[in-house]
């Protein structure tokens, strides 16, 4: 799984809803029905489904089964994408504000996952640092497409270690990972 790539102004129109970018978020996460996201997002179902739609219109998002539990039949849905990539060109004074929101939605996620989720167990294993670079655009792509290689490797050695047993299970543990850049106009760090 890869970034969407957002090259149309209908695209960008579609994630510029800030609960369409939540259930994505969420979708990213883990597969889930339409009472799975309501209860998530405390939001009634009707309103879910419109937007399920629009993001499984956009391919945003996919149905991945449907599984009969009495007389209903349970969809779930999943992401098709692990991020959103905005095309440059679509960037206007409006359109800026979009990728301002997924980066928000992001970091808002992170900090409930963190909250309900996360334990720091000690300092020695984990990640947090903020700083302020002066780097070549042309490096920021390949460092993106070196993080996205590691992902990839990563996400594979997860999927084969469960169909197997695997000797790391001892040693190894889940992490939430939420890299964060952006462009600055100004410099924040003096």
Do not use: W
């Amino acid at each position: 799984m890869t970034q969407y790539q957002v090259q149309t102004f209908e695209q960008l129109k579609c994630i510029s809803v800030a609960l369409r970018m939540k259930i994505s978020i969420l979708l990213i996460e883990k597969e889930m029905t339409v009472t799975d996201i309501a209860k998530q997002l405390n939001i009634p179902k009707a309103k879910i489904f419109y937007h399920l739609k629009e993001l499984e219109k956009h391919q945003m998002i996919e149905m991945t089964k449907q599984i009969p539990e009495g007389s209903n039949i349970l969809k779930y849905y999943r992401a098709t994408h692990q991020g959103f990539q905005i095309d440059p060109k679509l960037f206007t004074n409006d359109s800026i504000q979009p990728s301002k929101q997924i980066i928000s939605e992001q970091l808002n996620r992170t900090i409930q996952v963190l909250n309900q989720y996360g334990l720091i167990e000690d300092n020695q294993h984990y990640i947090s640092a903020t700083h302020q670079i002066k780097i070549d655009k042309n490096e920021v792509t390949a460092f993106k497409d070196e993080f996205n290689q590691l992902l990839k490797k990563y996400n594979k050695e997860i999927k084969e270690s469960n169909n197997t047993e695997d000797i790391k299970e001892v040693t190894s543990a889940n992490y939430y990972i939420n890299l964060t850049a952006f462009e600055l106009s100004k410099d924040v760090f003096e």
